[in-house]
Structures are given as structure tokens and as C-alpha cells.
């Protein structure tokens, strides 16, 4: 388990909250990105449409 140091920490939420103050979402980055079919599932799927 890796822990992280007070500096790394704060550099992190401090990239969040401009993320968040620039009107970004990063809970819904988050989500859009592990909703997207893994490759097999996509070569499946890919396979079945040719």
C-alpha cells in the first residue's frame, strides 16, 4: 500500500479543485472513462457488426 507524503497530497487537491473551479467534473471523467467496454468486449462487439 502506498502512502502519500502532506506535499503530494495537497499538489493532488489542489489539482482537483482547479480541475473542479474550470468547470471540469472529475467524478463524471472518472465514470465516462470505466463505463467504456473493455477491448475484448469491443472486439466482440466489432466482430459481430462485420
Known sequence: MA???EAVARDVASR??????VGENPANTR???RSAPTFP?????YWQRM
Open 31 to 33: 465514470a465516462t472513462v
Open 16 to 21: 482537483i479543485l482547479l480541475r473542479c473551479h
Open 3 to 5: 502512502i502519500m507524503t
Open 41 to 45: 468486449a469491443f472486439l466482440d462487439e
